[in-house]
């Protein structure tokens, strides 16, 4: 089923899920089709001020839409979103 909501995901807990909602993505189909860097994006700019892990969101949202733990991905797979997310490190 690919419209699960996002409590449901892997690597999505109550309080990623509720952060997600704030920025209008509500299930899987809907993060999917934004991705998980411009999510990710959405997230920091919703957040100003705040440091947003990203092991916590970058990561866990690219590994909620392929189903796979976060910590599975490759340190170029990390590097690769990173550097996607316009981070430096």
């Known amino acids: 089923m690919q419209n699960k909501p996002l409590h449901t ?11 997600l909602h ?3 993505i509500t299930n899987l189909v809907e993060l999917k089709h934004l991705g998980s860097v411009e999510a990710y994006k959405r997230l920091v700019e919703q957040s100003p001020g705040r440091r947003l892990p990203v092991c916590y969101y970058l ?8 189903d796979k733990h976060w910590n599975e991905f490759s340190e170029q797979e990390k590097l690769t979103m990173r550097l996607a997310a316009g981070l430096t490190k």
């Open 9 to 19: 995901l892997k690597n999505i807990g109550e309080t990623v899920a509720s952060r």
């Open 22 to 24: 704030e920025i209008g």
């Open 59 to 66: 990561y866990s949202l690219e590994g909620a839409i392929q």
